[in-house]
C-alpha cells in the first residue's frame, strides 16, 4: 500500500493548523486524522505488525511509529498494543479498525462506480493517492455550489482550491468539474461520488465516538429522521423510554416529506428514517418492516358514516376529503381507491397532523390513516366501515444499505421492533423479524 509522503505531510500541516483549537469536538477530531495515518494504522492493525506494516507502506519503522502515535493522540485513545511478538489491536483499536477499514473499502467502491482506470485495481491504487484535502474540497464545492463560497468555507484561496480540484481530476484520470457562464461547476458523475465519499468520512467520526461511548464519555448522537403520520407517531411512543435508557443521548428529530427526507438520508445528513416504507427504494437504500399497518378511512366520532353497516365508494365520494401531499403513498392510496369512479372534493393536501385532527373534528370530511395511527388518536376520531384497503403498507425503518449503526443505533432500533412487537392493540398485523 504505497503512500504519497508529499502530499500527505502537507496535508498533516494544513490539518493541523485547520483544527487547532477545536480538537474536543469528534467531527473535528476526525477531520484532523490524515488519510496518510489512517492507511497505516489499516496495514499495522491488520498485519499486527509494525515492521510489516512500514513495508507494506514504504515508510521507515520510527515514521510509522511517530504517525501512529499522534493517531492516538488525537483519538485519546490507545488503539495498539506493543509486544514482541507484534503490535495488537486494542478494544478501541478493533472499534476504529472496523472503521478505518469501512471508510477506504467504500471509497474504493465510489472509484469503481465513477468507473477509473482498471476497475477494482485501479480503483485501489488512486485511493491510496488521493489525500483528504482534495476530498474535502470536493464535497465543499458541492454543498456550497460555487469555488468562491467554498474556498471562503474552507478558509483558502481560489487559487489553493482550483488546485485541489486539478490533483484529484489527475489521480481520478477524468474530468468531474466543466466550465460554465456561471463558473466552474462539478458534473452530476461528480456530485455522486462526492455523495459517497462524504458518507464514507462518516466512518471515522462514528469510530470516534463509539470509543468515547465505551469508556463512558461524551454524549451520544443520534439524527432520526420522522416522516409524517406514522413516523411521528412511533418515534413519539418511543422517546421516554430510550432517554430514560440513554439519558446523555443528544437526539436530534427531523421532519420532512418522504422524497426530500430520503435525499437527506442518502446524503448522510440523518441516519435512519422512521415512518411508512417506500414501495420501491433505491439500490443504496434498505428497508426493515416492523408491522403491516393497513390504511383506514377515518372521520370524526358520530360521523354519519361510521353509523351505517356497510359504506360503498358512492357514500364516500359524496364527502370532501383530506388527502395527502403529491406524492406521498396515503395520496397514491386514495388516486387508487377511485381510479375507474367519481372522485370525491379533495381541496385540501397536508401532512400536518394537527391540522387534519382539527379538521376532521369540526366537520363531515374524511382522511385516510393507518391502523398503526388511528389507535393513538384517542376518542375523537373513528373509523369508516368499509373494505379492505390495497395497496397495504407497512411502517418501519429505513437506511443507508451499507450502514453500520453504532451500538446507540442499534439499541434504539431494537427498542423500536420490540415496542411494535409487544402492541396488542389491533388491527396491527405484526411481520416476523
Known amino acids: 500500500m504505497p503512500i504519497e ?39 499495522v492493525g491488520r498485519l499486527n505488525s509494525v515492521r510489516r506494516g512500514s513495508e507494506e507502506c514504504n515508510l521507515s519503522q520510527p515514521a510509522v511509529t511517530q504517525a501512529l502515535a499522534k493517531l492516538e493522540q488525537q483519538l485519546g485513545a490507545c488503539v495498539l498494543e506493543r509486544r514482541a511478538s507484534g503490535s495488537y489491536l486494542t478494544d478501541a483499536g478493533r472499534i476504529m479498525h472496523k472503521r478505518v477499514t469501512r471508510l477506504f473499502d467504500q471509497m474504493e467502491q465510489a472509484l469503481v462506480d465513477l468507473n477509473v482506470p482498471g476497475g477494482a485495481s485501479g480503483a485501489h491504487a488512486i485511493a491510496n493517492r488521493i489525500s483528504r484535502s482534495q476530498v474535502r474540497s470536493l464535497i465543499s464545492i458541492i454543498e456550497c455550489g460555487s469555488f468562491a463560497l467554498a474556498a471562503r468555507e474552507l478558509g483558502l484561496t481560489q487559487a489553493s482550491l482550483q488546485r485541489a480540484a486539478r490533483d484529484l481530476e489527475s489521480n481520478l484520470r477524468q474530468s468531474i468539474y466543466y466550465r460554465t457562464a456561471a463558473g466552474v461547476m462539478v458534473t452530476p458523475a461528480g456530485i455522486e461520488f462526492g455523495r459517497k465519499l462524504k458518507l464514507a468520512l462518516q466512518e471515522i467520526a462514528w469510530g470516534i465516538h463509539e470509543i468515547e461511548v465505551a469508556r463512558g464519555a461524551g454524549e451520544s448522537k443520534l439524527v432520526i429522521g420522522a416522516l409524517p403520520f406514522g413516523g411521528s407517531v412511533l418515534l413519539a411512543s418511543v422517546l421516554e423510554e430510550f432517554l430514560a435508557r440513554h439519558p446523555a443521548a443528544d437526539l436530534r428529530i427531523i421532519n420532512e416529506g418522504a422524497s426530500e427526507m430520503m435525499k437527506r438520508l442518502r446524503a448522510g445528513d440523518v441516519d435512519l428514517v422512521i415512518g411508512l416504507l417506500q414501495e420501491a427504494p433505491e439500490a443504496d437504500i434498505t428497508n426493515q418492516i416492523l408491522a403491516e399497518t393497513p390504511y383506514t378511512i377515518v372521520a370524526r366520532r358520530g360521523h354519519p358514516l361510521t ?31 377511485f381510479a375507474g369512479s367519481a372522485k370525491p372534493h379533495a381541496p385540501i393536501a397536508t401532512s400536518a397532523m394537527a391540522v387534519i385532527r382539527h379538521l376532521l373534528s369540526g366537520s363531515d370530511r374524511l382522511t385516510l390513516m393507518t391502523s398503526y395511527e388511528l389507535i393513538h388518536e384517542g ?16 411502517i418501519g425503518i429505513t437506511q443507508r444499505a451499507n450502514w453500520l449503526p453504532t451500538r446507540l443505533h442499534q439499541d434504539f432500533i431494537d427498542l423500536l421492533r420490540a415496542h411494535v412487537t409487544a402492541s396488542t392493540v389491533l388491527p396491527l398485523r405484526q411481520l416476523a423479524g
Open 5 to 43: 509522503q508529499d502530499q500527505d505531510r502537507h496535508e498533516d500541516i494544513s490539518h493541523d493548523q485547520a483544527d487547532q483549537g477545536q480538537a474536543h469536538h469528534e467531527q473535528d477530531r476526525a477531520s484532523s486524522i490524515s488519510f496518510r495515518q489512517l492507511k497505516l494504522f489499516e496495514s
Open 379 to 394: 376518542s375523537a376520531l373513528a373509523p369508516v366501515p368499509f373494505d379492505d384497503i390495497l395497496p397495504l403498507p407497512a
Open 307 to 337: 353509523r351505517k353497516g356497510q359504506v360503498t365508494l358512492e357514500d364516500l365520494a359524496r364527502y370532501d376529503w383530506i388527502v395527502g401531499s403529491e406524492g406521498s403513498s396515503r395520496r397514491a392510496c386514495f388516486e387508487s381507491l
